[in-house]
């Protein structure tokens, strides 16, 4: 039934332009939909620059550790060779362990925060009123550092809003390292409340803002805050939609616990591990030296911390469909237009023409029967002539010739047939 439907689309070609135009806007239809459905699935990601006036302002964590780091004239206490690094190989080969612990000897050769911190103030309160939230954390490399967190915003937008700190240094005599920076300072890092400083030499992949400031150096920092929030995505599942979510603080505990689980032992170093591990402390050099070692790079890394590209790409503004959607709306709001009355349109141009084909040729037609009946009328005549009916068929005759130029001469060339095809 509905194929003898079809069928009849093709009696005439105002049902078959109908079937034509149906068949091209349902396929257009079915790519606009299409297209929708790709963007929902994959929502194209548009990145805006925007300017807030805050009330309160919420300053950035401070990571503080010591430099030197550590206590080095205690170290023969423990076995030790004075001024020794801890990271080189076999520096606890002669430790008692019998006697004291990792934890110990961290706390008896590193400083104490009353000892590197004199005085702090956040938002115009000083410690203990401040509302500051400080961590405690060992580091092989820096030695105890002390992570400072507000705990509230500050309404002051001036020094006296923000952080101030107080450091303590013992140095007597000023000594430059290599790159010809004293080695009597501070390690300082800014970053956010949810990052850390990891174990990791350069701490670029924490979106942190390091500054050495050396022993006896003020220093006063304008700070100019900006946020960059990402969009989870399935092409980027690893951003998390829990504001607390920390890259960095997620890294290091996954590699402290892989160092744990392979030594089967743990030690202040491995600072995130929960205290309901159930893992013992490291008790000899061995184990000791291989934590150690399994936190110093040996290895080189190429690589991108960040994924903001700056860009200048030239690109058409305008395509097919943004012309079929101004085409549509401009038609459809100001005429009317739309595809029913496109159809009602195409159908009255095609009959337009079919007419004007149809009249054209029936005038053709009437011309030639006239003249078809012309001829006809003639030959009627000559042949009611008895002059025409007693000529020999001969052209060479002057009787024949005379009336060359006459109508009747005209008449006789178009109607006399002589039987070797001449006139």
Request: net charge neutral; glycine share 4%.
């Amino acid at each position: 039934m509905p194929f003898q439907k079809l069928k009849k689309c093709f009696t005439s070609p105002k049902k078959l332009l109908k079937l034509a135009i149906l068949i091209l806007c349902i396929f257009f239809s079915i790519y606009q939909v299409v297209k929708c459905v790709e963007k929902l699935m994959h929502p194209p990601i548009s990145t805006y620059y925007g300017f807030h006036l805050n009330e309160t302002i919420r300053y950035p964590s401070v990571t503080v550790c010591r430099s030197p780091s550590f206590k080095t004239d205690r170290f023969s206490r423990f076995g030790l060779r004075r001024n020794s690094d801890l990271s080189i190989h076999n520096a606890f080969r002669f430790f008692n362990f019998n006697i004291h612990t990792i934890e110990y000897f961290l706390n008896d050769t590193t400083w104490t925060f009353d000892e590197l911190i004199s005085s702090l103030a956040y938002n115009g309160y000083g410690y203990p009123i401040a509302d500051v939230k400080i961590v405690e954390f060992h580091s092989v490399t820096k030695g105890r550092c002390f992570t400072l967190t507000p705990k509230s915003t500050s309404r002051t937008l001036s020094i006296s809003g923000g952080w101030w700190f107080y450091l303590k240094h013992n140095f007597t005599v000023r000594s430059l390292d290599l790159y010809g920076m004293s080695t009597a300072g501070f390690h300082i890092h800014l970053h956010d409340d949810n990052e850390i400083m990891t174990s990791e030499v350069a701490q670029e992949n924490n979106f942190m803002e390091y500054i050495y400031l050396e022993a006896a150096e003020d220093m006063r920092m304008n700070l100019k805050i900006q946020e960059f929030t990402k969009i989870n995505t399935n092409e980027s599942p690893c951003v998390h939609d829990n504001l607390s979510y920390s890259k960095s603080k997620c890294q290091e505990l996954c590699v402290q616990k892989q160092i744990a689980q392979r030594l089967n032992c743990t030690l202040p170093w491995l600072w995130l591990l929960d205290d309901d591990s159930n893992l013992p402390q490291c008790s000899d050099a061995t184990s000791v030296q291989q934590l150690i070692s399994l936190f110093q790079p040996h290895f080189i890394a190429i690589y991108c911390t960040s994924n903001l590209i700056t860009y200048m790409n030239e690109m058409l503004g305008y395509n097919v469909n943004g012309f079929v959607s101004d085409i549509g709306g401009s038609l459809g709001f100001l005429l009317g237009l739309s595809v029913i009355g496109f159809i009602t349109v195409m159908e009255k141009i095609l009959a337009s023409l079919i007419r004007s084909y149809f009249k054209n040729k029936t005038k053709t037609d009437v011309k030639e029967r006239d003249l078809r009946s012309g001829q006809l009328n003639n030959l009627k005549h000559m042949n009611k002539n008895p002059e025409y009916l007693h000529r020999k068929n001969d052209v060479h005759l002057y009787d024949n010739l005379r009336d060359f130029e006459s109508d009747d001469f005209k008449c006789y060339q178009n109607t006399l047939v002589v039987s070797d095809n001449r006139y």
